[in-house]
């Protein structure tokens, strides 16, 4: 742990998502490397700290942290020029005071969550080597992309030329990540997978 004193102060900044109910507030530490998301206060209650003290503020609606930055969806009755200022200094204290941001384990907990969701879909032969390179496609090309829009994306299945999608932080309920699914993500797996016929997109 360094010393305070020698620790640049914590600096902060907003970028738009293209979600407009959805402001990525980015900051000059490593909050957490991975990615989490809250949709409801229950399970930011039980593994994030940051997440709940978030929630406790009446116009959020959905925490997403991801390596230095955290997006957050407000509530539809919230206009942004009232609230994000706010948020900035929240977020900025609450980082400043060193507060925990995940609790340890939360990872793992993910992991055994998606093991068990995925744990249905087993792949073999021809089938799992696709499967590797869709996801290899997508970890490698759309990912770094929808990260810079305060998003996420995971492979969840393949399915009869059918790759099903999770969405999540900025990207889910947003209008144009459909609208980027279609046309980018399927038109680039459908090129280099020939295999894949559509790719379609759940909620996370």
Do not use: H
Request: glycine share 6%; hydrophobic share 35%.
């Amino acid at each position: 742990m360094e010393n305070t004193s020698t620790k640049s102060p914590v600096m902060l900044y907003t970028e738009q998502t293209p979600n407009p109910e959805s402001l990525k507030f980015v900051t000059n530490r490593m909050l957490y490397k991975g990615t989490a998301d809250f949709r409801e206060a229950d399970m930011a209650q039980e593994w994030s700290p940051m997440g709940t003290a978030l929630f406790e503020l009446p116009y959020v609606k959905g925490v997403y942290i991801c390596n230095n930055f955290v997006t957050i969806t407000k509530e539809f009755n919230y206009a942004w020029e009232d609230i994000m200022l706010k948020l900035k200094d929240f977020i900025k204290k609450y980082v400043e005071s060193e507060r925990e941001i995940l609790k340890e384990g939360f990872a793992e907990a993910m992991e055994a969550l998606e093991e068990e969701r995925g744990a249905s879909y087993q792949y073999t032969g021809e089938e799992a080597e696709l499967v590797k390179k869709i996801k290899d496609l997508i970890d490698t090309y759309v990912k770094p992309a929808v990260e810079m829009d305060g998003g996420n994306i995971e492979f969840k299945k393949f399915d009869q030329g059918k790759v099903v999608v999770v969405l999540q932080g900025s990207c889910s309920g947003c209008p144009s990540s459909t609208v980027t699914l279609k046309a980018g993500i399927e038109g680039m797996l459908k090129r280099m997978v020939p295999e894949v016929t559509e790719v379609v997109a759940e909620m996370g």
